[in-house]
T-cell receptor, first 115, second 114 residues
């Protein structure tokens, strides 16, 4: 069973379009994340939700809007796509424990290419 | 600012030789440090973490890491490298004030040659 899954795996679209990426985890974790990995493999956090509540919102353009319908799902909607949005987007989840000493489980990634 | 640095973009090692992937951190107080591995076209996988206690931490696939407070380092090590260890390795540190936030290094590509 896939612990953290993302759809689609690949997404190719034109500039100006709106697209969504979906993420689901079956680990029972309370916290989910979206990360962006650029072409140089640099990984940066974008958003984090804990039990459907937004807890981290990094400096990300307003065109990016996360939504968590329940604690097992975290979707990412992107409006008016730009060339610079091309990257691999990773979803991750984790389960807080005492002192927050937990690791993250990552999905396989969604490779977004904006033409 | 809190951060980790991986000074080497790439590390090359022959199979059977010991390997070291370097990581230094910049966090005041006691850091919570992690290592992850990313295989091609895959998500990151957790390898090990340092919380407190023994400076030598053992993790998955025979990897270990040594925490050195005086040198602010958390280098990843393995006594005998395998070709299958070839991958991208990331060091990460947890934010001191926000337990849900992590800072990742730039990654080090490990190449193990037969």
């Amino acid at each position: 069973d896939t612990a953290v899954s993302q759809t689609p795996k690949y997404l190719v679209t034109q500039m100006g379009n709106d697209k969504s990426i979906k993420c689901e985890q079956n680990l029972g974790h309370d916290t989910m994340y979206w990360y962006k990995q650029d072409s140089k493999k640099f990984l940066k956090i974008m958003f984090s939700y804990n039990n459907k509540e937004l807890i981290i919102n990094e400096t990300v353009p307003n065109r990016f809007s996360p939504k968590s319908p329940d604690k097992a799902h975290l979707n990412l909607h992107i409006n008016s796509l730009e060339l610079g949005d091309s990257a691999v987007y990773f979803c991750a989840s984790s389960q807080p424990s005492g002192g927050g000493l937990y690791e993250q489980f990552f999905g396989p990634g969604t490779r977004l290419t904006v033409l | 600012a809190q951060s980790v640095a991986q000074p080497e973009d790439q590390v090359n090692v022959a199979e059977g030789n010991p390997l070291t992937v370097k990581c230094t951190y910049s966090v005041s107080g006691n850091p919570y440090l992690f290592w992850y591995v990313q295989y091609p076209n895959r998500g990151l996988q957790f390898l090990l973490k340092y919380i407190t206690g023994d400076n030598l931490v053992k993790g998955s696939y025979g990897f270990e890491a040594e925490f050195n407070k005086s040198q602010t380092s958390f280098h990843l090590k393995k006594p005998s490298a395998l070709v299958s260890d070839s991958a991208l390795y990331f060091c990460a540190v947890r934010d001191k004030y926000n337990f849900n936030k992590f800072y990742f290094g730039s990654g080090t590509k490990l190449n193990v040659k037969p």
